[in-house]
């Protein structure tokens, strides 16, 4: 979600998704980050965003095996987007090569190459992860720290939006409108859930409105002794 700051600056979040590499989500994936890149007010960058998204998923299941566990994430410094990708695996390195005409392999990587700004790999004892970068075109921002549970709603509720939305409107940007009703109708989700469970949505709806306030009475304190 597009969240302002006390500037009027737009604050863009980080946020991650794990999933499994499996060709039918690449699908889901590329539609999430549409539709984050469209909220972050980063339209312009949604096709190349996707094509690096598909290569780094694809390059996965190509050389680690279909069903890998992997982990997506996305954040930006106001001037470049940058995509990661991690995997369990750190033996399968990511190597740049020329391929014969004919041959499949090592495609990927060379479409990424392409496209992006910058890429690379960064190797761990039991993982790894390989990232690039596009360039946004905007100045460096100066956001404030991620807010964890910020960053989950705004995962959540574009989850929400994007399974509500119908095939014919996913090329549309989600704005912030749109955004606001699939929070809407996730809250009402929720509480459906909670009732299906014998509690008491009102209840619960009261006991988080105290909690959410508790919390920014605190953060008020604690801004306020800074």
């Not at 590329?30 to 909220?39: Q, Y």
């Not at 190509?62 to 997506?72: I, W």
């Not at 190459?113 to 890429?119: E, G, I, L, M, P």
Request: with cysteine; glycine share 8%; proline share 7%.
């Amino acid at each position: 979600m597009v969240i302002y700051g006390a500037s009027g600056c737009v604050q863009r979040r980080p946020w991650e998704v794990p999933f499994t590499a499996e060709p039918p989500v690449v699908a889901r994936v590329r539609r999430a980050m549409r539709l984050h890149l469209s909220l972050w007010g980063l339209s312009g960058l949604e096709d190349l965003a996707q094509i690096c998204v598909s290569e780094l998923v694809a390059n996965v299941i190509n050389h680690v095996g279909p069903g890998t566990p992997v982990t997506l994430a996305v954040s930006t410094d106001g001037a470049n987007l940058r995509i990661e990708l991690s995997d369990p695996d750190p033996r399968a390195l990511p190597t740049l090569v020329a391929p014969m005409s004919e041959a499949e392999s090592g495609r990927g990587l060379m479409i990424l190459d392409a496209v992006a700004d910058r890429w690379g790999v960064i190797s761990r004892a039991d993982s790894k992860v390989v990232w690039c970068e596009l360039a946004t075109g905007l100045e460096v921002s100066n956001e404030h720290p991620r807010n964890p549970r910020v960053a989950q709603a705004e995962m959540s509720i574009i989850q929400h939006g994007s399974a509500q939305r119908p095939p014919s409107d996913e090329g549309s940007p989600l704005s912030v409108a749109v955004a606001e009703k699939a929070a809407i109708n996730l809250i009402a989700d929720v509480l459906h859930w909670l009732r299906a469970q014998g509690c008491d949505p009102d209840e619960a709806l009261d006991r988080a409105q105290m909690h959410y306030e508790a919390e920014l009475e605190e953060a008020g304190r604690t801004n306020g002794s800074k």
